[in-house]
């Protein structure tokens, strides 16, 4: 019998250290089919975060660095200029990238470094414990927020795909999800884009990936699959927020959203 599917050889066979439930799996399968059908393993470069990703050079066979909480987009930057025929991505959470990384994120956007990031939301300070992060919901309740995040004092979670896209530099920012299989072939063909816009050496690259945390949410897995369709999406629209010809397709003007 034929396979139909099967293990990226860009993964490896570790036993994962995720939580039942949580999606990083899914986007770390992506990006290593991505790696493997675009025939660039030997010359990419991952860039791993402070987070519950920290551990990904276990899970995708290629060579990687660790960063210091937030600064994955100036190590890139440097990998790149340095070595610019390789093929660069930084792995962040959004306690890493939004938080004590947002300066760095938005200066790389800026100035149009051509690397690929790979931005995973979920909503919440994950492997430190449940904190709030930038992007939690009004009223959602963290480690930090046990009554709710109170919007009045804290300001409104930050959408940062939209605050990336106002910049004039031109570049590819979208937003994806893994809920379900139709959204993980978007998230998939997004991922491959980004990814293919750096092969050709034409914009930096941000592909936004609204994630689970059943942990920190205190939600079955099931459970928390809806809450990211019920809560996240809403807030944080699917589809692409800029690409380099400037052209701005949303999953609701597609008529595609549900």
């Known amino acids: 019998m034929a396979k139909t599917f099967k293990k990226p050889d860009c993964m490896t066979d570790q036993k994962t250290h995720y939580c039942p439930g949580c999606t990083h799996g899914i986007i770390h399968r992506l990006v290593a089919e991505t790696i493997d059908e675009l025939g660039i393993r030997g010359r990419t470069v991952g860039i791993a975060p402070v987070g519950c990703a920290v551990l990904a050079y276990n899970y995708i066979d290629c060579d990687f660095q660790e960063a210091a909480h937030g600064r994955a987009p100036a190590m890139a930057t440097g990998i790149k200029r340095v070595r610019p025929d390789l093929m660069v991505f930084t792995y962040q959470g959004d306690g890493d990238l939004a938080s004590i ?113 059943p942990t920190n949410w205190g939600m079955t897995p099931q459970d928390a699959l809806q809450w990211v369709q019920d809560v996240l999406m809403p807030y944080y629209p699917l589809g692409d927020v800029k690409v380099p010809d400037s052209e701005k397709v949303t999953e609701a003007a597609a008529g595609t959203a549900n």
């Open 101 to 213: 990384g947002m300066g760095e994120i938005i200066h790389a956007a800026n100035r149009g470094e051509k690397f690929t990031t790979i931005f995973v939301n979920n909503a919440i300070y994950g492997m430190t414990g449940g904190q709030m992060a930038p992007t939690t919901m009004p009223n959602q309740r963290t480690t930090t927020t046990p009554f709710g995040r109170k919007s009045d004092e804290v300001g409104m979670p930050i959408r940062v795909a939209e605050l990336l896209g106002t910049l004039v530099t031109p570049g590819y920012i979208t937003r994806q999800t893994v809920i379900s299989p139709k959204y993980i072939q978007k998230a998939k063909r997004a991922i491959k884009q980004a990814f293919i816009y750096q092969m050709e050496k034409r914009c930096y690259s941000l592909v936004e990936v609204l994630s689970t945390c």
